[in-house]
């Protein structure tokens, strides 16, 4: 940004750069006590002396005005005045696209280093927190505790949540670009990836994804009532995901009933006649993708047995002495589970056990199987698979055989996938993201995006957190290099008068704080830290709309 003169100071020193260097010091000293002087409250019972306005005559004003003034800062260079821009130019205006961690965290690194950033998050849904409320299992409450964070971030005064908002159809990406400084695209992974094999259209088959979204309350699956009257679950992916539905899946109800899953999806829960769970990779015991913490939990899940086969684990014990120690201890606790006998309590507690699990390795979908009338899933065929390569690395390749697995639900946890947003925002479809550096969009100045889809749907909210404060780093980087638009910009409300001209109501944070209040109190009565509101419609009634 150039040099710009600053109000109260009359004229710029001109004089070579000897005499300039030997006078700035002066210069200095006169300016602050000038400053002082100027904003000095007069004493008690006199009558000021010297001009300005009636903000620099009342007392009250005198200690805000000079912290103000200290703001303009001098600085020598070559012998020229630098006078850093006037305070009362407009602060960035900021965009965020998507509530969930990433966009919260974004927002939080903005806010924190510019001290006078304005940032508004746009949100589709009527309520904050994106896979925090809506992804974060019932049972683990304290993951959800950065809610708190998120909360405090949203009540700052240079801070605007605006939910109800559907960027790419309520409002085009290019329309918020015109409107703010920067926009940061932090949409995170809206979709799942497909099997892509034979059946996969069969009713009893559902991606992991609205599974999740079914217990935890996302209104778009709502409705989506999967039939548990069968015997045995097959889950195919060995991720955190996979665990937690399986963990769900077989949980005693009671266990979830003064969590805050919902009481829909509770009751279906509580009529499930599901008692074997297969959780199915294509890789080995060295390649699963589920932390230590979701293993354990599985193992110690009351009322459950956890069956691995230890032909599974021939040879893994010298292999696992050289990788990486998360992953060896990881590894270790699958190999104890495997092909030790357990102690006479933990052997007491499996004889009890109505429930099991299991780990299958070495096996691919290929086609799911119907029932001999066709209306529903009744097995799945598997591919037996090798490993060609070593560690993480290692590629699963068929061998030509095949095995049927019997099972009347299949739920499918293979990963998660970012959507385009809008024709003019740059999208890699194989990968899955926006193509960007270190956050920065490709060939579009001023856009940037944090999270899943800058990085693909893969880390845990600690993963997000550093990821979103990188990005949110480079663009304060730019804007002190002058990279970003200069000049006002109008943010939300030029954004508001579009909306409106639409027929589009976007929801407040205060708004989000009366449906908080109502869910709370909901769940109450029933033990319940909240019950969730599930309808759109319900939720904009209660907002008076």
């Known amino acids: 940004m150039p040099p710009q003169r600053a109000r109260g100071v009359s004229g710029i020193l001109s004089s070579g750069r000897l005499l300039f260097q030997a006078m700035a010091p002066r210069c200095w000293r006169w300016w602050h006590w ?13 009558t000021p002396t010297f001009g300005g306005s009636d903000k620099v005559r009342d007392p009250a004003n005198a200690k805000a005005l000079r912290k103000k003034r200290r703001r303009v800062q001098i600085g020598v260079k070559l012998g020229k005045l630098h006078l850093l821009p006037d305070v009362d130019e407009q602060p960035p205006q900021i965009c965020v696209v998507g509530s969930g961690p ?10 924190k280093h510019h001290p006078r950033a304005h940032v508004d998050i746009y949100e589709k849904q009527l309520v904050p927190f994106g896979l925090v ?5 019932p049972d683990h409450p304290e ?27 309520d409002v085009a990406v290019s329309e918020l670009r015109a409107a703010y400084h920067a926009v940061v695209l932090s949409y995170g992974a809206e979709d799942h990836q497909a099997l892509e094999i034979p059946g996969e259209e069969l009713p009893g088959v559902f991606s992991a994804r609205a599974f999740v979204g079914w217990y935890n309350g996302l209104p778009e699956n709502r409705e989506l009532a999967p039939d548990l009257s069968c015997d045995t679950a097959v889950i195919l992916g060995q991720g955190n995901v996979a665990l937690d539905v399986a963990r769900i899946l077989l949980t005693p ?4 009933e ?66 990486p120690r998360q992953r060896k201890r990881l590894t270790e606790l699958l190999l104890r589970t495997a092909t030790e006998k357990p102690g006479v309590e933990e052997a007491a507690r499996q004889a009890l056990a109505s429930c099991t699990w299991g780990l299958r390795f070495f096996r691919s979908p290929q086609r799911v199987l119907p029932s001999p009338d066709g209306r529903r899933v009744a097995g799945i065929r598997l591919a037996v698979t090798r490993l060609e390569g070593v560690g993480e690395a290692a590629r699963a390749a068929p061998t030509g055989d095949t095995e049927d697995l019997p099972c009347g639900l299949v739920l499918s946890s293979v990963g998660y996938k970012s959507r385009p947003i809008d024709p003019s925002v740059p999208f890699d479809p194989k990968l899955g993201v926006i193509p960007n550096m270190e956050g920065r969009v490709i060939d579009v100045p001023g856009l940037y995006c944090s999270g899943w889809v800058k990085r693909g749907p893969t880390g845990v909210i600690a993963t997000t957190m550093t990821d979103s404060f990188l990005t949110g ?28 001209s639409r027929g589009v109501r976007p929801v407040s944070f205060s708004d989000w704080e009366k449906l908080d209040a109502e869910e709370v109190s909901r769940g109450k009565g029933a033990g319940k830290p909240r019950e969730k509101l599930l309808d759109p419609q319900e939720m904009l009634r209660l907002l008076g709309r």
């Not at 109800?253 to 979830?256: C, I, K, Q, V």
């Not at 304060?476 to 939300?492: E, F, I, M, N």
Request: with cysteine; proline share 7%; net charge positive.
């Open 34 to 46: 000038s400053a002082w002087r100027r904003t000095r409250p007069p004493p008690a019972g006199s």
């Open 102 to 111: 990433a966009g919260f965290y974004t927002a939080q690194h903005l806010l």
């Open 133 to 137: 409320r809506f992804g974060v299992a």
């Open 143 to 169: 993951v959800k505790n950065v809610i708190n964070t998120f909360t405090q971030t949203a009540r700052l005064d240079r801070c605007a949540f605006r939910g109800n908002v559907v960027v790419g159809r």
């Open 253 to 256: 109800p009671e266990h979830l």
């Open 258 to 323: 003064k969590t805050d899953i919902t009481e829909a999806a509770l009751g279906v829960l509580r009529q499930s006649r599901v008692k074997t769970v297969w959780i199915v990779g294509r890789r080995g015991p060295l390649q699963v993708a589920f932390t230590i913490k979701e293993l354990r939990e599985m193992i110690q899940l009351p009322g459950t047995r956890p069956i691995l086969d230890p032909a599974d684990f021939l040879g893994l014990q010298d292999r696992i002495k050289e990788v």
């Open 473 to 500: 780093q480079m663009l304060l980087q730019d804007l002190k290099a002058g990279l970003l638009p200069s000049g006002p910009r109008p943010g939300y409300a030029a954004i508001e008068a579009l909306l409106s």
